[in-house]
């Protein structure tokens, strides 16, 4: 069982930056592909980033590719994103996801594949 909870939303003028933290509890965290997602509203939760338990992989959507990275330290349990030259339509609530992988290089993109999610946090951009 792995318990996620995320921090460091809040209100921030375009251009701007923010660093979001997942804190998990659970002594094998570092076996666990971590994610970011986010929701709009009125929209579908869209994927945002994903990093493998190892830290070796990441992934983006062409959205974000640029402007945010992922980052872990398995020491802390902690997943973090980075996220610079906001925009207003990166207005939305994120929600950090976790889920068991096989290998260290292992990533996952879709919210089916994740088995553990936070509450989120709200992150405003305005322009």
């Known amino acids: 069982q792995v318990q996620l909870v995320e921090s460091g939303g809040g209100l921030v003028q375009a251009g701007g930056s923010l660093r979001l933290s997942c804190a998990a509890s659970g002594r094998t965290f570092s076996r666990y592909a971590v994610g970011w997602f986010r929701r709009a509203p009125g929209k579908e939760r869209d994927f945002v980033a994903a990093i493998s338990w190892g830290g070796s992989t990441t992934r983006y959507p062409d959205s974000v590719k640029g402007r945010f990275t992922i980052s872990r330290d398995n020491a802390k349990n902690t997943v973090y994103l980075q996220m610079n030259s906001l925009k207003p339509e990166d207005t939305a609530v994120y929600y950090c996801?976790?889920?068991?992988?096989?290998?260290?290089?292992?990533?996952?993109?879709?919210?089916?594949?994740?088995?553990?999610w936070g509450q989120g946090t709200q992150v405003t951009v305005s322009s």
């Open positions: 996801a976790a889920s068991a992988a096989v290998v260290g290089w292992q990533v996952f993109t879709s919210t089916s594949e994740y088995e553990y």
